[in-house]
């Protein structure tokens, strides 16, 4: 099912093939992701705007380093599984399917881990207009 301009109008988002580069981040934090797994599904409609991803976490993985946003928005969206929210103050939140959490630019750091020892598959959301900058702003 495609439109007029060969894109899909609908698929299944696990047949969607997983990102050729398991993570953005730089040497040496890349491998730090193993077990993180996504699926640029806002690629496959050619949305320019946001992007969204579902990402699949193995047991033990986790989303992302602990980090925040200064400019974007982020919505996350639990597909399949148990994950563990965790934000820079210590606030520990365990996230089931069905559930949701959305975090504001300018607010805290947080990461998603996988403690529940089976997969676990949640959606993203955010805007496209991310850098990654060190602890001190300047960027890598």
Known sequence: MTNKN???IAVKSKDVATRAKPSNYPAPFAVLMEGREKRQLGEIFGLKNFGVNLTHLKPNAKSALMHKHKTQDEFVFV???ELTLV???GVE???TAGMCSGFAAGGEAHQLQNRSGKDTWYLEVG???WVFTRKDGTPY
């Open 6 to 8: 060969s894109k899909p």
């Open 79 to 81: 597909v399949e599984g």
């Open 87 to 89: 934000t820079e103050s």
């Open 93 to 95: 939140a365990v996230l």
């Open 127 to 129: 805007d496209r207009s």
